[in-house]
C-alpha cells in the first residue's frame, strides 16, 4: 500500500516511485511507464487533459517539467 501520494490508483504507484524514476533517468511518459506501470490504463494520472474531472492531485506531465 501507497504510504506516499498515491499518483496512479490503477496501478498503486506513489509520488515517490514517480520522482525515484525521474531521479533514475526517466524523461519522458513513456519511461515513467516502462518503469513504473503508472499512466499505463485509464491515463488519468498524466495530465490534466485525461483527468476531465480533477480527480488527481498530481500529474506525471507536471512532474516532467
Do not use: F, P, W
Not at 515513467?32 to 494520472?45: D, E, F, V
Request: hydrophobic residues 35%; aromatic residues 4%.
Amino acid at each position: 500500500m501507497c504510504e506516499d501520494i498515491l499518483v496512479c490508483e490503477c496501478k498503486n504507484v506513489c509520488l515517490k516511485e514517480i520522482i525515484n524514476a525521474i531521479q533514475n533517468g526517466a524523461k519522458s511518459i513513456e519511461d515513467i511507464q516502462n518503469s513504473t506501470n503508472a499512466g499505463t490504463i485509464c491515463k488519468m494520472c498524466i495530465s490534466k487533459e485525461y483527468d476531465v474531472y480533477g480527480e488527481r492531485a498530481v500529474h506525471i506531465k507536471e512532474l516532467l517539467k
